[in-house]
């Protein structure tokens, strides 16, 4: 399986293909260099978040939907509140998608 690609809907991940694309454009990478790029930048974003990232987040809210597909949970929460050690954030709407970080390629 390979690793997991959520990022790229995030600013990040959306600055990365567009840069990506303009060099493809401009003729200074192939097409398949750029695919290169994203694979490793999928694999070293997930190797990242199993590895380095330790802190722990508890929330609760009022769950409005939520999805089982792919080895890929779901959920959307109605007025959800998060809590870290000495903060609390408190959302309208927020959509969560969980992965099984053992499952994918490291």
Known sequence: MS???????TTLGQCLQESLDELIQMGQITPQLALKVLLQIDKAINNALATRVKSRVSFKGKLNTYRFCDNVWTFVLNT????????????????????????ADK
């Open 3 to 9: 690793a997991y690609q959520l990022y790229r809907n």
């Open 80 to 103: 959800a509140e998060f809590k870290d050690v000495g903060e609390i954030a408190k959302v309208d709407k927020v959509k969560i998608v969980a992965c099984d970080g053992k499952s």
